[in-house]
């Protein structure tokens, strides 16, 4: 009898289960529920190589293909309700995020045009300002809110051809702006032009771009997916096999390829995704709306809000509002740095995602976009209690109050 867990009836599931059971070895007796780590940089082969042998661990390598397949599954889950077919090629892991940026901005022509959202992943922006200062391509930002102005930068006009490539993060870095992705994808494809999603805030829990029609959606795995604070990996999704075939070939000829082990550490973080994505939603949520009635605090930014800018746009378009919040608290820079000084159970630290909350003032980088602003605190709540997280942040709120009479003195 066909079972309803089957690989083959994956639209029957839901994204939740799907990130536990997708990936998973063959059901025959004897066999591990969990796929082994293989750890070894060449593989047995002799005669003429066959399509799917393993020979060397650059090219290839058994430890990421159940992670390339559940991830890939994961990316598909939308795609009966959107009419699309269900499968397609599996994920293309990398070695990091920024790997998996810089492998998709490779498919873009030589003297090629990028659209970009102003804010974004600020690596992002400094690699795709390197490309353009060596002429390899041209960059034009936008309000990734504004969907009239980044569909008339995608079109160009006269002497500006369409552009290229349209990438998209939706909530962006640290802004937390949400794109229209359906409208934005229709509107490039009728020009000719490729979407990248960049769907680490979000997750394919919460989003999931390629039923929106996107071409292709790339993922810190470091980040959700993982879950931890204990790999650094990146990963491709696309329904395309030759854009597929592109990507596996510049992972083979650039060298950024994925240790096995860190691969095998992600697919065990994606089992628990789920739970991890919808307590941290929860408590983002509530701190948001704390946070929003605190006389401490200037200005929330979370689609949760019934008053943010995106809260319209994400309800219509994802199953939740994400876990990063932007905070501005009083005391301008002083006030922020001094609410993550006076903080002890979040973590200061740079990234997002893991099971720990996390926080920073994002223009301490030199590189972040100018127009973000000097106090914003950037969150990424974890899974801890949700009241114990507040009481740490009304210390800090406490701190930064303390900084702005301070600095009224």
């Known amino acids: 009898m066909d079972r309803p867990h089957s690989p083959s009836h994956p639209a029957r599931l839901s994204p939740g289960t799907l990130a536990v059971s997708a ?118 930002l936008v309000d990734v809110a504004d969907t009239d102005a980044v569909v008339a930068a995608v079109r160009g006009g006269q002497d500006v051809p369409a552009a290229d490539l349209l990438w998209l993060e939706s909530p962006t870095n640290p802004m937390l702006e949400v794109a229209d992705v359906a409208a934005l994808v229709a509107a490039a494809h009728e020009v000719g032009t490729r979407v990248a999603v960049d769907n680490t805030f979000a997750t394919p829990l919460v989003q999931r771009p390629l039923a929106l029609g996107a071409d292709l959606v790339v993922h810190s795995v470091t980040k959700y997916l993982a879950g931890h604070s204990d790999v650094v990996l990146g990963a491709v999704v696309t329904d395309d096999p030759d854009l597929h075939a592109r990507l596996v070939a510049h992972r083979t000829n650039h060298g950024a390829i994925a240790g096995p082990f860190e691969v095998w550490l992600a697919l065990r973080g994606l089992r628990t995704l789920a739970l991890r994505v919808e307590r941290a939603q929860q408590n983002a949520a509530e701190l948001a709306r704390r946070l929003s009635a605190h006389p401490a605090v200037v200005e929330v930014r979370h689609p949760s809000l019934p008053d943010d800018p995106g809260h319209a746009r994400a309800s219509a378009q994802m199953d939740g509002y994400g876990s990063v919040l932007g905070v501005r608290p009083v005391g301008g820079t002083a006030g922020a740095d001094a609410l993550v000084a006076a903080v002890r159970l979040w973590v200061p630290a740079t990234s997002l995602g893991g099971v720990e909350s996390m926080l920073e003032r994002r223009r301490r980088f030199a590189t972040e976009s100018l127009t973000v602003p000097e106090d914003l605190v950037r969150m990424s709540v974890g899974i801890e209690d949700v009241d114990d997280l507040w009481a740490d942040l009304e210390v800090g709120l406490d701190a930064a109050r303390t900084a702005a009479d301070a600095d009224a003195v």
């Not at 058994?62 to 009419?83: K, S, V």
């Not at 030589?110 to 804010?119: C, D, F, I, M, N």
């Open 23 to 140: 990936g998973r070895p063959d059901r025959t007796p004897g066999a591990p529920v969990n796929e082994p780590v293989v750890l070894s940089s060449t593989f047995v082969s002799q005669g003429v190589p066959v399509a799917g042998e393993h020979l060397y661990g650059r090219s290839s390598t058994p430890t990421w293909e159940p992670f390339e397949q559940a991830l890939a599954t994961l990316e598909r889950a939308g795609h009966a309700e959107a009419g699309l077919p269900t499968d397609g090629p599996p994920a293309v892991v990398l070695a990091s995020g920024m790997a998996a940026i810089a492998a998709v901005l490779a498919l873009v022509p030589v003297g090629g045009r990028v659209v970009v959202p102003r804010h974004a992943y600020q690596v992002t922006l400094v690699l795709l300002r390197e490309l353009a200062d060596r002429g390899s391509l041209t960059v034009e």
